[in-house]
């Protein structure tokens, strides 16, 4: 086929142009002296504090780093924490146990008859199977199930260990149950809130 006979995909052109202006946004910080100690005012006895331009990449508030106890030995999980506290994933637990109630589950001849009630850590551990996903994505996030002996390319040992050996069908009551609204909470429309579902994690974010 010569060149002239290959088909271009006809870009599209749209109307608006959008100029986003310079974020010139600023932070606070403390100002440390030589031993990386923070410097104090003679006189007022107050922290001396100055700012210093974000850029475009951003920086954490000191506030934030102060309020949970991070710097720079933290590790990432500590980092994460704060966007996905236990508090909110307890909630969560709460509202996907009573969706299960809901639907009778764990009873016999109703769906899932061997279903039992999640608790925070395991349900927090079923959410990070998905980060985990992303990160390092395989063709069915169940492959993540597998030990690396079994599967050398998608297994993970590490979620094996911590799922034990029912994970996968522990994981299809999770993807049948999880909630993050409450289950017997009437949905508004979905053109007036169109993330209602995971509205609670994006006001906490």
């Given at each position: 086929m010569c060149e002239e006979e290959v088909q271009v995909v006809k870009k599209r052109n749209y109307p608006h142009v959008f100029d986003r202006a310079p974020f010139v946004g600023t932070i606070g910080f403390d100002k440390l002296d030589r031993y990386k100690r923070r410097r104090i005012d003679p006189i007022t006895k107050k922290i001396i504090r100055d700012e210093k331009p974000i850029g475009d990449h951003g920086a954490p508030?000191?506030?934030?780093?102060?309020?949970?106890?991070?710097?720079?030995?933290?590790?990432?999980?500590?980092?994460?924490?704060?966007?996905?506290?236990?508090?909110?994933?307890?909630?969560?637990?709460?509202?996907?146990?009573?969706?299960?109630?809901?639907?009778?589950?764990?009873?016999?001849?109703?769906?899932?008859?061997?279903?039992?009630?999640?608790?925070?850590?395991?349900?927090?551990?079923?959410?990070?199977?998905?980060?985990?996903?992303?990160?390092?994505?395989?063709?069915?996030?169940?492959?993540?199930?597998?030990?690396?002996?079994?599967?050398?390319?998608?297994?993970?040992?590490?979620?094996?260990?911590?799922?034990?050996?029912?994970?996968?069908?522990?994981?299809?009551?999770?993807r049948r149950f999880f909630a993050t609204q409450c289950p017997v909470k009437p949905p508004p429309s979905r053109s007036s809130r169109p993330n209602w579902k995971i509205d609670p994690f994006l006001a906490w974010i």
């Open positions: 508030r000191p506030e934030f780093i102060f309020e949970n106890e991070l710097d720079s030995d933290s590790v990432p999980h500590e980092w994460f924490e704060p966007f996905l506290p236990r508090s909110l994933t307890g909630m969560w637990t709460s509202y996907t146990n009573h969706k299960a109630l809901l639907a009778n589950a764990g009873q016999d001849d109703e769906v899932y008859p061997d279903y039992t009630q999640f608790y925070n850590d395991e349900l927090r551990k079923h959410i990070s199977v998905y980060m985990i996903q992303g990160l390092s994505p395989s063709p069915h996030v169940s492959m993540k199930f597998n030990s690396q002996q079994e599967d050398d390319i998608n297994g993970n040992d590490f979620i094996k260990r911590s799922l034990g050996p029912a994970a996968v069908r522990r994981h299809k009551n999770f």
